[in-house]
């Protein structure tokens, strides 16, 4: 039975739980950092680039014919994370998480017995996104604040130190291991991987979990008197609408370099394993900017901390486009930039969201924020190897991306200033 809420309790009171000992909390942030270390993002997403030639050179396709895969992925993802936070609110997270892990292992499993079929490829992929969107941020740190409340973000980013780790060493082992094993029996063996590390990662969390639990009404109770807008509302003024399309633009721009960014180097001459060392330095740039991008935004105005992190996105570009592209060191240093601009958006997104639209419908509207930045994170691998198809060159592509992220830095400065800050100097 839930507790009664009186009328004037935040849905942050739904927060608070039951005193935990410091080590439990541990435990707690250790397991859904190892199961976002093991999920969707690090064991599928980071190392499609890595295997990109070598999936198009089995079935002799071209680049965009198998950058179908990371795009319905994403597309997946979009429509996965909203549906996996719809049933945890009636099966509860953990149900949730455990299915995610079982079935994007077996999705995975079905991609290394891909037949030459678009549909097909283009179907597992949707459907590792889709169950996948489980294993990501979407999931498991959908749970921690029911532990946290005062060191929530704290907890936050030392969990998405997983998903930097696993992003850094996984195109690294991709790339070793492709040696010995083809595309095909890597996939295999990763959804094995996924499957038992993803488990131990859920178990390790959830058999440490408070488990006290509030009823829908509680919820709607609570929001119901919270400060905010609500989504409708906030669609109606310009804030949503820039905030998505920057979101759009930015992630289209930096996924569609990351993805492509071992082939690019491989065509540099530069070999598969400088591409596959950037890819992982991509993975360890997000991991900085996870862990130290809520410190700054709790002290620096949220928009130039944006505009600052897309113009360090654009810096990886220039390198791209220019002469410095042919010296490894350099290629390491963009794919590192790439990093910590798209990693900055984790936390990005739902603090501006919160900061702009307030708490009262937080939920709804940073889910189509997210969904936003998904698909163009979706739409990026795509249009990159079309234009390299097309043209046969990624020169074109890298300098859209760049005039995308100077455009970003720039339009995100629009938002102007927090609505509360307006309010109280009126």
Same mark, same amino acid.
């Given at each position: 039975?839930?507790?009664?809420?009186?009328?004037?309790?935040?849905?942050?009171?739904?927060?608070?739980?039951?005193?935990?000992?410091?080590?439990?909390?541990?435990?707690?942030?250790?397991?859904?950092?190892?199961?976002?270390?093991?999920? /969707?993002?690090?064991?599928?997403?980071?190392?499609?680039?890595?295997?990109?030639?070598?999936?198009?050179?089995?079935?002799?396709?071209?680049?965009?014919?198998?950058?179908?895969?990371?795009?319905?992925?994403?597309?997946?993802?979009?429509?996965?994370?909203?549906?996996?936070?719809?049933?945890?609110? !009636?099966?509860?997270?953990?149900?949730?998480?455990?299915?995610?892990?079982?079935?994007?292992?077996?999705?995975?499993?079905?991609?290394?017995?891909?037949?030459?079929?678009?549909?097909?490829?283009?179907?597992?992929?949707?459907?590792?996104?889709?169950?996948?969107?489980?294993?990501?941020?979407?999931?498991?740190?959908?749970?921690?604040?029911?532990?946290?409340?005062?060191?929530?973000?704290?907890?936050?980013?030392?969990?998405?130190?997983?998903?930097?780790?696993?992003?850094?060493?996984?195109?690294?082992?991709?790339?070793?291991?492709?040696?010995?094993?083809?595309?095909?029996?890597?996939?295999?063996?990763?959804?094995?991987?996924?499957?038992?590390?993803?488990?131990?990662?859920?178990?390790?969390?959830?058999?440490?979990?408070?488990?006290?639990?509030?009823?829908?009404?509680?919820?709607?109770?609570?929001?119901?008197?919270?400060?905010?807008?609500?989504?409708?509302?906030?669609? !109606?003024?310009?804030?949503?609408?820039?905030?998505?399309?920057?979101?759009?633009?930015?992630?289209?721009?930096?996924?569609?370099?990351?993805?492509?960014?071992?082939?690019?180097?491989?065509?540099?001459?530069?070999? !598969?394993?400088?591409?596959?060392?950037?890819?992982?330095?991509?993975?360890?740039?997000? +991991?900085?900017?996870?862990?130290?991008?809520?410190?700054?935004?709790?002290?620096?105005?949220?928009? /130039?901390?944006?505009?600052?992190?897309?113009?360090?996105?654009?810096?990886?570009?220039?390198?791209?486009?220019?002469?410095?592209?042919?010296?490894?060191?350099?290629?390491?240093?963009?794919?590192?930039?790439?990093?910590?601009?798209?990693?900055?958006?984790?936390?990005?997104?739902?603090?501006? +969201?919160?900061?702009? /639209?307030?708490?009262?419908?937080?939920?709804?509207?940073?889910?189509?924020?997210?969904?936003?930045?998904?698909?163009?994170?979706?739409?990026?691998? /795509?249009?990159?190897?079309?234009?390299?198809?097309?043209?046969?060159?990624?020169?074109?592509?890298?300098?859209?991306?760049?005039?995308?992220?100077?455009?970003?830095?720039?339009?995100?400065?629009?938002?102007?200033?927090?609505?509360?800050?307006?309010?109280?100097?009126?």
């Amino acid at each position: 039975m839930s507790s009664p809420l009186s009328t004037k309790m935040m849905p942050s009171a739904l927060e608070a739980v039951s005193p935990i000992s410091k080590a439990t909390s541990i435990w707690i942030v250790c397991g859904a950092a190892i199961g976002l270390m093991f999920g /969707f993002g690090p064991m599928f997403f980071s190392v499609t680039g890595v295997f990109l030639k070598p999936m198009a050179a089995t079935f002799g396709w071209g680049r965009a014919d198998v950058a179908v895969l990371p795009m319905f992925s994403m597309v997946g993802t979009a429509l996965g994370a909203p549906v996996g936070g719809f049933l945890a609110d !009636r099966l509860g997270w953990s149900k949730v998480v455990a299915g995610a892990i079982v079935f994007m292992a077996i999705s995975m499993a079905a991609l290394a017995a891909a037949p030459a079929n678009h549909a097909y490829f283009a179907i597992v992929g949707l459907l590792i996104g889709f169950f996948g969107a489980g294993t990501t941020a979407a999931g498991y740190l959908g749970v921690l604040p029911r532990v946290f409340d005062k060191r929530l973000g704290m907890a936050l980013g030392f969990a998405m130190i997983g998903t930097g780790l696993g992003g850094f060493l996984a195109p690294i082992a991709a790339n070793r291991f492709g040696a010995m094993m083809d595309w095909r029996q890597w996939y295999g063996a990763s959804a094995l991987v996924a499957l038992v590390l993803g488990i131990a990662a859920h178990r390790l969390m959830f058999r440490n979990l408070p488990a006290q639990q509030y009823s829908a009404a509680d919820v709607q109770a609570a929001a119901s008197v919270e400060a905010g807008l609500t989504l409708r509302e906030a669609m !109606r003024g310009y804030r949503f609408w820039l905030l998505a399309s920057v979101m759009f633009v930015i992630s289209g721009a930096i996924l569609g370099g990351f993805v492509h960014l071992a082939p690019f180097a491989s065509d540099r001459g530069l070999g !598969r394993t400088v591409g596959a060392e950037a890819a992982g330095l991509v993975g360890a740039g997000l +991991a900085i900017a996870r862990v130290g991008l809520g410190v700054v935004l709790d002290r620096v105005f949220g928009p /130039f901390v944006a505009c600052a992190a897309f113009l360090v996105g654009a810096l990886g570009f220039v390198i791209f486009v220019t002469s410095a592209s042919h010296v490894p060191s350099m290629i390491l240093l963009a794919a590192l930039l790439l990093g910590i601009s798209t990693g900055s958006e984790g936390d990005l997104i739902p603090f501006l +969201a919160r900061r702009y /639209f307030g708490k009262r419908s937080f939920g709804a509207i940073y889910g189509c924020l997210f969904g936003a930045a998904t698909l163009g994170g979706a739409a990026g691998p /795509f249009v990159y190897g079309l234009a390299f198809d097309r043209l046969h060159s990624y020169t074109l592509v890298h300098e859209v991306s760049l005039a995308a992220c100077l455009l970003g830095a720039v339009g995100i400065l629009v938002m102007g200033r927090y609505p509360a800050e307006k309010a109280g100097n009126a």
